[in-house]
């Protein structure tokens, strides 16, 4: 299943529980499951063999109750409004769930960059801001990187809109150190996944340092989490990515797998454990079982198959609606993306903060900000999960949907 069903179904199977569960006005409801604004934008540019191209892009703007619009910007051949509009509102939840003064955003370009120069995507990225421009800025609207978008974008988008309105760092998130990026944003998902996975335990009983650990995935997201729930004392069993997997009962050796992996932007020749397929890695036996690659992994093919204690969705809609509902008769509690993943934003909205302020933090202030950010949020979800008896993701849902309710009422229509 494609990410874009997975996420999109668990988000409004969600959304729609949720606001029975909170007791909202369906007037009011509805005012906040629609988007606010949709733009559609045409991009030309010209390729490096002189021909003009032309692309459509997208920023839908879900909901700034709380604050600025808030989201990435991928490059994906499958981006469509539809896939934009769905993870929009996802950010809108996960930022009011963090209590981020912010709202939710997302956009994308339907295009596949692995086969274009980066003098092209350069020229595309630029015009595409500039299409954008009328409805972003550092107070609407803030940008950052998404699939296939890193930092070096980020510098692109910066520049472009310096030059019109100029130096604003704060217009996008993710930049480069050098453009006004904050330490700590690398691995700030990882860490607060692997804070996350460090909450869960606390919470059941399970000592750390005695506890196992398969993550799919091992990019960004996946390799510091390996490595922060390393130095947590876990033992990780099994590690993946597009390469396939390897499984080593007695612990693989994380902080090499992660130097080599760094390096090589792979797994694949690490010289650890014994292959397997991606789809044995997620069969593994473990107590915390970690997707962090791709939508949909865990769906109603192989959820009956898992077997594992927790299922900590680190990537964006991991486990699809009908696999949800399987693990939840088989007791097994998924612990949702907008939770797991939301370090990311998090050290987003201080890089932000940063570039307004004109004032750089140390490493240890983001990562000390970052820590008492996801366990305030995790004890609110984990309090409404245990007063109200519904899995993690709906509670999560409560918390972040009666905020933005609130601010909606109180702001006036
Ligand atoms: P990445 O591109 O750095 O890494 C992706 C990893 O998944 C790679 O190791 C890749 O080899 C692996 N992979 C790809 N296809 C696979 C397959 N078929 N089977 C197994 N592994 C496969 O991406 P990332 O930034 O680590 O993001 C991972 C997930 O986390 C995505 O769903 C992303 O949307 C989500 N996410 C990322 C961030 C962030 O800050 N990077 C924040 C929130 C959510």
């Given at each position: 299943?494609s990410?874009?069903?997975s996420s999109?179904n668990?988000?409004?199977?969600a959304?729609q ?8 006005k369906?007037n ?10 949709e733009l559609?934008v045409e991009?030309p540019?010209r390729?490096d ?6 692309l ?13 619009f808030?989201?990435?910007i ?5 981006v ?5 509009r769905a993870?929009a509102s ?7 769930l963090?209590d981020?003064p912010y ?11 692995s086969?274009f ?11 595409f ?12 609207d803030?940008?950052a ?6 930092a070096?974008?980020?510098?692109w988008?910066m520049d472009e ?9 704060a217009?996008?998130t993710?930049k480069p150190?050098?453009l006004?990026g904050?330490?700590?944003r690398?691995?700030a998902?990882g ?8 909450e869960t335990?606390n919470?059941n009983d ?7 650990v398969?993550i799919q ?11 922060f729930?390393?130095?947590?004392g876990?033992k ?15 612990g ?6 992660f130097?080599?992996?760094?390096k090589n932007?792979?797994i694949d020749?690490c ?9 044995e ?6 107590d915390?079982?970690?997707p962090?690659?791709?939508g ?12 594992c204690?927790?299922?900590i969705?680190a ?5 699809t609606p009908?696999?949800?509902?399987t ?5 097994v509690?998924v612990i ?18 940063q ?5 750089k ?8 900000k970052l820590?008492t950010?996801?366990?305030?949020a995790?004890?609110e979800?984990y309090?409404i999960?245990v ?7 709906i ?5 972040a949907?009666?905020r933005v309710a ?8």
């Open positions: 299943m990410k874009k069903t999109v668990a988000a409004t199977g959304y529980r949720a606001v029975e569960l909170l007791g909202l369906p009011i409801a509805r005012a906040l499951e629609m988007p606010d604004r559609t991009v540019f390729r063999n002189g021909e003009v191209m032309s459509l892009g997208f920023r839908v703007q879900h909901n700034n109750t709380r604050g600025p808030k989201g990435g991928r490059y994906h051949h499958h469509d409004l539809a896939e934009v993870l996802l950010m809108t939840w996960k930022t009011a963090l981020i709202g939710g955003g997302k956009g994308g370009i339907a295009i596949d960059p086969k120069s980066v003098h092209e995507l350069e020229r595309l990225s630029r015009k801001f500039r299409a954008i421009d009328p409805v972003i800025g550092p107070n609407i803030i940008p990187p998404d699939v296939n978008t890193n070096q974008v980020m510098g988008f809109y310096s030059q019109a309105h100029g130096y604003t760092p217009i996008v993710g150190l050098e006004g904050s330490e700590g690398e691995h998902t860490k607060g996944t692997a804070i996350t996975v460090r335990a919470k399970v000592a750390l340092d005695k506890s196992t398969v995935g091992f990019g960004n997201v996946g390799s510091f989490t390996a490595k729930l390393d130095e947590y876990c990780i069993v099994g590690v993946s990515d597009v390469t396939g997997g390897i499984h080593e009962p007695d693989l050796e994380i902080s090499s797998l130097d080599h992996n760094y932007r792979t020749g010289g650890q454990g014994k292959n397997i397929t991606n789809d890695l997620l069969t593994l036996e473990c915390f079982l970690i962090a690659a791709l949909g992994a865990i769906n109603k093919e192989n959820a009956d198959a898992l077997n204690r927790f299922v969705e990537a964006n809609g991991p486990v009908k696999a949800a509902e693990l939840w008769e088989k007791s509690p949702p993306d907008i939770l797991t993943n939301a370090g990311g934003v998090t050290v987003s909205y201080f890089e932000w903060v570039n307004l302020q004109q004032f933090w140390e490493l240890e202030d983001v990562d000390t820590e950010k996801m366990v305030k995790f004890q979800v309090n999960k007063e109200k008896k519904v899995p993690m993701r509670a999560s849902f409560m918390v949907i009666d609130r601010s909606f009422q109180l702001r006036g229509v």
